[in-house]
């Protein structure tokens, strides 16, 4: 795959944010929640299975004749493509309706009708059953499902937004040597090995290899691999046993205008059979309990004796973030994807390889962020991996290649 990005005459996701732009006006807008995608449909004898890999607001069915057609609109949904169709279902066809909804249609063979249907306790797949009806019979009127409340995403709402200058934060930390081509013009990737100095990390059983050090290891055979390559530009924000607190880290990347910020982790758990990667983005509502607890453990890595090292910056208000993160979080969800894609090519993953979680470090509201735990070094055949030359360097093969396919995708979408 050659690529060209010395013609770039801007920075890639910083084109569309004009952030350190002050602009003295106020738009309505809505502000759209979080969208679950239709990842795979089934159509089966008389029934319908649709799945989504987030949470929706609900669904609405109808049914059409001339042609025969039962159409479903998801709330909150993204479109996917296609679908499995049989019996009286010739086809399945994806598109999205409007900005919030996702339109699904079922051609037929004779006319039908939905009978019933319900939502899956977690809200993550709808289960429709429907028969075939004279022509007559097909009445009008839309029939309506819902998830189960706690497992419903939120509507859109309508809230003002100013664009106002962020700011960067202060010169705490030197910045460290950019790898790479010498044009400014290539996408520019941060690439933070957590923990360091006097925070281990999580320590294994199995040997004791602590998760400053693999880190540390695994952030620069990824470096070594992106300068190979050739086609980006690539930094750390530690290249040798250095503590930094959490806004440190996520601060190098945007006093550097990074284009894309990869925190590299290994975790650790109770359970010695867990094991394979995770690619984690931003959430202010964990997934799951897990990655509640795992954002909690790492955040409080600024913490050293009672003492808070961290403390929250001025220049960066919780309420700016919110204006400007969404954008950032659908570019850093897409990258999560493309890692997991590429990756697993090279490296095992978990059965859920990516999830959300509040890490502090993923908070910068401009810069495209994931945080990949490349393993468990409570797991024997996890620190192997992770501790070895070859190991490492599939890492970095699968980590390298997502970030180009994200960069090469980038240009041609300009």
Do not use: C
Not at 89 to 97: D, F
Not at 219 to 234: K, N, P, T
């Amino acid at each position: 795959m050659n690529f060209d990005w010395t013609q770039i005459a801007e920075t890639l996701h910083k084109a569309s944010m004009s952030i350190a732009t002050l602009m003295a006006s106020t738009l309505l807008v809505a502000t759209s929640a979080h969208a679950g995608s239709v990842n795979r449909i089934e159509a089966r004898g008389a029934q319908i299975i649709v799945s989504f890999d987030d949470l929706v607001q609900g669904a609405t069915s109808f049914s059409l004749i001339g042609p025969n057609r039962i159409a479903l609109d998801v709330k909150g949904g993204k479109a996917g493509y296609g679908g499995y169709a049989s019996g009286i279902v010739k086809s399945v066809r994806q598109g999205q309706y409007d900005s919030n909804t996702a339109r699904i249609v079922f051609d037929l063979e004779r006319p039908a009708i939905i009978t019933g249907g319900s939502f899956a306790p977690d809200g993550k797949s709808l289960k429709l059953k429907f028969k075939t009806v004279d022509e007559g019979a097909i009445a009008r009127g839309r029939q309506s499902f819902l998830p189960p409340l706690n497992f419903r995403a939120e509507p859109p709402k309508d809230s003002y937004s100013v664009k106002v200058p962020l700011g960067r934060p202060k010169d705490s930390v030197s910045l460290p040597k950019i790898y790479g081509p010498k044009d400014s013009n290539r996408p520019l990737v941060v690439i933070d090995a957590g923990h360091g100095g006097h925070d281990p990390g999580a320590i294994s059983p199995h040997g004791s290899q602590r998760e400053k050090h693999v880190t540390l290891a695994i952030a620069r055979a990824i470096r070594d691999r992106l300068v190979a390559g050739g086609r980006v530009r690539v930094a750390l924000t530690r290249d040798s046993d250095k503590f930094l607190v959490l806004q440190e880290r996520y601060g190098i990347a945007r006093r550097l205008d990074a284009d894309l910020f990869i925190s590299i982790h290994a975790d650790a758990a109770g359970n010695q059979s867990a094991s394979g990667a995770t690619v984690y983005t931003l959430s202010e509502v964990a997934s799951d309990r897990e990655a509640a607890k795992l954002a909690a453990r790492e955040n409080k890595s600024n913490i050293i004796n009672g003492i808070h090292l961290g403390g929250a910056t001025q220049d960066v208000s919780s309420i700016l973030i919110d204006l400007t993160q969404r954008e950032t979080m659908n570019v850093s969800a897409d990258f999560a994807k493309l890692l997991h894609r590429e990756g697993s090519r090279q490296m095992n993953f978990r059965a859920v390889p990516h999830r959300f979680a509040s890490f502090v470090v993923l908070k910068a509201p401009d810069t495209p962020s994931v945080l990949f735990e490349t393993g468990y070094l409570t797991n024997k055949d996890d620190v192997d991996f992770l501790n070895s030359r070859e190991g490492q360097t599939r890492v970095a093969a699968g980590v390298a290649s997502a970030i180009e396919t994200h960069f090469a995708r980038k240009l041609a979408q300009r």
